[in-house]
């Protein structure tokens, strides 16, 4: 097979790093090749976190060019966005339909930009879920990450139970039941693209 390319975005403190670990062993699982990278920025200020995974019969490098993403994990909409333009043409965005205002928006610097599930819609396919509202139905709004990729998975080629068994390999034990429940919840999750943004 021809190597797959995912990119995940995100915000410091979102997860960006364990969910990449996840589709690195999984990858793994199914007997690829795979080279994880991941580029901080100011992670721990609630900066862009991006992780690229790529996985195939042999992987070169870590890095994935502009252009040359399969699939795009963003875990707010400002960060899809923002790395959208990493996307192949026939590449899908899977995004966190929430808002975390970066720095420069908190201190009054710049705007928070309107529209932006309608703006990426014209030029890429687009799913989005409120996955932080369906993580806080769950009873923990920090595996909101494992619902996301558990919409990703139903775009790849692993089988429900080897995510599974990956998951339980790779969360701290404690979290193992709810990450597996999260991720099931958006490895079943049906819906089409919202057509206009909440707030």
Same mark, same amino acid.
């Given at each position: 097979? @021809?190597?797959?390319?995912?990119?995940?975005?995100?915000?410091? %403190? @979102?997860?960006?790093?364990?969910?990449?670990?996840?589709?690195?062993?999984?990858?793994?699982?199914?007997?690829?090749d795979v080279?994880?990278? &991941?580029? /901080?920025?100011?992670? +721990?200020?609630? %900066?862009?976190?991006?992780?690229? #995974?790529?996985y195939g &019969?042999? #992987?070169?490098?870590?890095?994935?060019?502009?252009?040359?993403? !399969?699939?795009?994990?963003?875990?707010?909409r400002?960060?899809a966005?923002r790395?959208? /333009? $990493?996307?192949?043409?026939?590449g899908?965005?899977?995004?966190?339909?929430?808002r975390? !205002?970066?720095m420069? #928006? #908190?201190?009054?610097a710049?705007?928070?930009?309107?529209g932006?599930?309608?703006?990426?819609? +014209?030029?890429?396919?687009v799913?989005?879920? !409120?996955?932080?509202? &369906?993580?806080?139905?769950?009873?923990n709004?920090?595996? $909101?990450n494992?619902?996301?990729? %558990?919409?990703?998975? @139903?775009?790849?080629?692993?089988?429900?139970?080897?995510?599974? !068994?990956?998951?339980?390999? *790779?969360?701290p034990?404690?979290?193992?039941s709810?990450? +597996?429940?999260? $991720?099931?919840?958006?490895?079943?999750?049906?819906? *089409?693209d *919202?057509?206009? &943004? @909440?707030?």
């Amino acid at each position: 097979m @021809q190597s797959k390319n995912i990119m995940i975005v995100g915000v410091g %403190g @979102q997860g960006t790093l364990l969910t990449s670990r996840v589709l690195g062993k999984i990858a793994l699982t199914g007997g690829y090749d795979v080279k994880l990278s &991941e580029v /901080h920025g100011m992670a +721990q200020r609630g %900066g862009s976190v991006v992780t690229f #995974v790529r996985y195939g &019969e042999t #992987v070169a490098e870590p890095i994935v060019e502009e252009g040359q993403a !399969d699939i795009l994990i963003a875990f707010e909409r400002l960060e899809a966005l923002r790395y959208a /333009h $990493f996307l192949k043409p026939d590449g899908a965005i899977i995004v966190n339909d929430t808002r975390i !205002d970066p720095m420069p #928006v #908190v201190i009054g610097a710049a705007e928070y930009p309107e529209g932006i599930l309608d703006t990426l819609r +014209q030029s890429y396919k687009v799913l989005a879920v !409120d996955a932080t509202a &369906e993580a806080l139905k769950l009873g923990n709004s920090r595996v $909101f990450n494992t619902i996301i990729l %558990g919409v990703a998975a @139903q775009k790849m080629e692993f089988s429900k139970e080897e995510w599974l !068994d990956v998951i339980a390999d *790779t969360v701290p034990p404690k979290t193992v039941s709810i990450n +597996q429940t999260a $991720f099931l919840t958006g490895y079943t999750y049906t819906g *089409t693209d *919202t057509t206009e &943004e @909440q707030e």
